[in-house]
């Protein structure tokens, strides 16, 4: 369930800030940019780029098309807004979003190639495509925003995209299940990268997304 009001998220965001720590979900520099839809289509997103020592009074108040009704926010989290923003604007189902440079992930990113479905815990987490990279572009920047707004939009087996040379964009119903699946990502990244060599991994069966999830649906299973 999606929070209702500005104090609620800033909670779960913590809370959220809290699992990527501990799961090795942020690079040495702790940066990580997290936000949470609540209700008239408002936005609490972290107000700074380094959340290593994150608390309920970093975070800003943003309308849903990105200007700041409540708080202040780095200037240089000016360029990040829209990369949140637009995810809101064409996913209803969205409640959350995270961007950051975890490891493996990242390194996806930097070779630009996409992440395959080669990890069951994946589907159960409703991914039914490869988690995709879109072309470089500044960070921030139109041609890079309009890019991230495309895969939400069209691409409703999708909740990730990694942005060449950068690091991963993840959406989800809200601020835990939107870590739980960055964790999952990261982890198949992970895999992916040491079964290379173990001859390298290989996808799952094309059936894989069908039977999932439908045992999903007959054993009342959410992940």
């Known amino acids: 369930m999606q929070p209702a009001t500005f104090s609620e998220a800033r909670e779960e965001l913590v809370k959220a800030t809290h699992y990527l720590a501990s799961h090795n979900l942020l690079f040495r520099g702790n940066h990580a940019n997290l936000s949470a839809r609540i209700v008239d289509d408002r936005i609490v997103m972290t107000k700074g780029g380094n959340i290593a020592n994150l608390n309920v009074d970093d975070f800003a108040l943003l309308s849903g098309t990105g200007e700041i009704l409540e708080g202040d926010m780095d200037p240089v989290m000016a360029e990040i807004v ?41 589907l159960r987490l409703g991914l039914t495509e490869p988690v995709p990279v879109i072309p470089w572009a500044p960070r921030g920047s139109k041609a890079s925003v309009d890019q991230i707004r495309d895969v939400a939009q069209h691409h409703p087996g999708l909740s990730a995209v990694l942005m060449a040379n950068h690091g991963i964009l993840v959406f989800g119903k809200d601020a835990m299940n939107t870590a739980t699946i960055l ?41």
Do not use: W
Request: net charge negative.
């Open 183 to 223: 964790g999952t990502i990261e982890e198949a990244a992970d895999l992916y990268i040491m079964a290379q060599s173990l001859g390298g991994a290989k996808l799952l069966p094309e059936r894989a997304v069908q039977e999932v999830t439908e045992r999903m649906q007959a054993f009342g299973s959410t992940h």
């Open 82 to 122: 829209n990369m949140h923003v637009s995810i809101y604007q064409v996913r209803p189902s969205c409640g959350a979003v995270i961007h950051t440079h975890a490891a493996h992930v990242t390194a996806f990113a930097v070779a630009q190639k996409s992440i395959p479905l080669v990890y069951e815990p994946l």
